[in-house]
Antibody, heavy 121, light 108 residues
Framework: QVQLVQSGSELKKPGASVKVSCKAS????????MIWVRQAPGQGLEWMGW????????TYAQGFRGRFVFSLDTSVSTAYLQISSLKAEDTAVYYC??????????????WGQGTLVTVSS | SYELTQPPSVSLSPGQTARITCSGD??????AYWYQQKPGQAPVLVIY???ERPSGIPERFSGSRSGTTVTLTISGVQAEDEADYYC???????????FGGGTKLTVL
């Protein structure tokens, strides 16, 4: 079945970097885009952007330009989210999800299980 | 920036009908989608393109729209439906994805 499996929880110090992985199975990674969503503790879902898995071209939402990088390794069907210069406010669960697109309309299914990134000194 | 507005919470008893609304100026031009998120779990798509239900989602989940408001209806709500529900759509130019703030459904 179609599944996205993310890497495990991370505990990082402020200023460090983290790389979260999202491995796709049950379908061809390059057939659908991949999105990233942040959910801070007790908060709602926040759109971070997406990566075109054919071209590797990322699109970042406002607020996620500069320290956030989306990348791919198609040889292992995996998408990555890297966050640099971590701050306490980056503490959140990060989700990947497959981007379904028809005639410019987009929805997301399925989702990875989420990766908790905790930034604390 | 574009926003989708949901009520923070809805509470009702088992067997009642839950209606969760989502309002946004661009909704007449853009489809709406709904996700269910149970505590400690990832979101799950329950309605796409306003009214379509993915396979495996119970028939008691349905979607509708009227003007600038879309509604997720859960008919005969069950204890297992207790969760946060998020609507999702796009701005009028379809350049930006947006999520509503979420509605916590409590089944008393």
């Amino acid at each position: 079945q179609v599944q996205l499996v993310q890497s495990g929880s991370e505990l990082k110090k402020p200023g460090a970097s983290v790389k979260v992985s999202c491995k796709a199975s049950g379908y061809t990674l390059t057939s659908y885009g991949m999105i990233w969503v942040r959910q801070a503790p007790g908060q709602g879902l926040e759109w971070m952007g997406w990566i075109n898995t054919n071209s590797g071209n990322p699109t970042y939402a406002q607020g996620f330009r500069g320290r956030f990088v989306f990348s791919l390794d198609t040889s292992v069907s995996t998408a990555y989210l890297q966050i640099s210069s971590l701050k306490a406010e980056d503490t959140a669960v990060y989700y990947c999800a497959r981007k379904m697109a028809v005639a410019g309309h987009n929805w997301f299914d399925p989702w990875g299980q989420g990766t908790l990134v905790t930034v604390s000194s | 920036s574009y926003e989708l507005t949901q009520p923070p919470s809805v509470s009702l008893s088992p067997g009642q009908t839950a209606r969760i609304t989502c309002s946004g100026d661009a909704l007449p031009k853009q489809y709406a989608y709904w996700y269910q998120q149970k505590p400690g779990q990832a979101p799950v798509l329950v309605i796409y393109k306003d009214t379509e239900r993915p396979s495996g989602i119970p028939e008691r989940f349905s979607g509708s729209r009227s003007g600038t408001t879309v509604t997720l209806t859960i008919s005969g709500v069950q204890a297992e439906d207790e969760a946060d529900y998020y609507c999702q759509s796009a701005d009028s130019s379809a350049t930006s994805v947006v999520f509503g703030g979420g509605t916590k459904l409590t089944v008393l």
